[in-house]
């Protein structure tokens, strides 16, 4: 069964980037069924989509994230990654690496759901 | 982007109740509408999608509906393990969001 592993390390200054990686195991990243998303989520806080990408490299990212994410995708060694530029206190948070499938790869009546994820990493922002 | 609100916040129930948690997004979001259950120290877990479609594995006693822009998870008969924090995620419209979170305590 897929499996994913965030790894990345745990505390990042202020200004610096974030930067975490997920490893996909027991199958393929190239899979035309799936997108693999980064989803973050601060303490006592729901969930907040941090964006996606295809095995293609296409990617789709949250608008009020744009500006200082990107996520990048290594077939070769089955991993995908989010870095995140000049961050704050903010940015604080468990950051989640997931898949979800979209309109023509859902099954019927889905869209977008994550059914895989990964345990999660926790990044804090301090000096 | 498009709010999500749940009520309650926080709810206390006994094993055996039956136990509904609500999702209202700020516009129509015609069933597109997932679940989650969220408990201490791990990733959120898919019950439902597509507003009432069982994910595979999920026990029976969950169940979702609704319709617009209001929609329902119940859990028919509560079970000790049930004991977490349940999201609803809307993906009508892009970026998709997320609710704030029921947290749900056993009495």
């Known amino acids: 069964q897929m499996h994913l592993q965030e790894s990345g390390p745990g505390l990042v200054r202020p200004s610096e980037t974030l930067s975490v990686s997920c490893t996909v195991s027991n199958d393929s990243i190239v899979n035309f069924r799936y997108y693999w998303a980064w989803i973050r989520q601060s303490p006592g806080k729901g969930p907040e989509w941090i964006g996606s990408i295809f095995h293609s490299g296409t990617t789709s990212y949250n608008p009020s994230l744009e500006r200082r994410v990107t996520i990048s995708v290594g077939t070769s060694d089955n991993q995908f990654s989010l870095k995140v530029v000049s961050v704050t206190a903010a940015d604080t948070a468990t950051y989640y690496c997931?898949?979800?499938?979209?309109?023509?790869?859902?099954?019927?009546?889905?869209?977008?759901?994550?059914?895989?994820w990964g345990r999660g990493i926790l990044v804090t922002v301090s000096a | 982007d498009l709010q999500m609100t749940q009520s309650p916040a926080s709810l206390s129930a006994s094993v055996g109740d039956r136990v509904t948690v609500t999702c209202r997004a700020s516009?129509?979001?015609?069933?597109?509408l997932n679940w989650y259950q969220q408990k201490p120290g791990t990733a959120p877990q898919l019950l439902i999608y597509g507003a009432s479609n069982l994910h595979s594995g999920v026990p029976s006693r969950f169940s979702g509906s609704g319709s617009g822009s209001e929609y329902t998870l119940t859990i028919a008969s509560l079970q000790p393990e049930d004991c977490a924090v349940y999201y609803c995620?809307?993906?009508?419209?892009?970026?998709?969001?997320f609710g704030q979170g029921t947290r749900l305590e056993i009495k």
């Open positions: 997931a898949r979800h499938c979209n309109s023509n790869s859902c099954l019927p009546g889905g869209d977008w759901y994550f059914d895989l």
């Open positions: 995620q809307q993906t009508f419209s892009r970026p998709t969001t």
């Open positions: 516009q129509t979001i015609n069933n597109y």
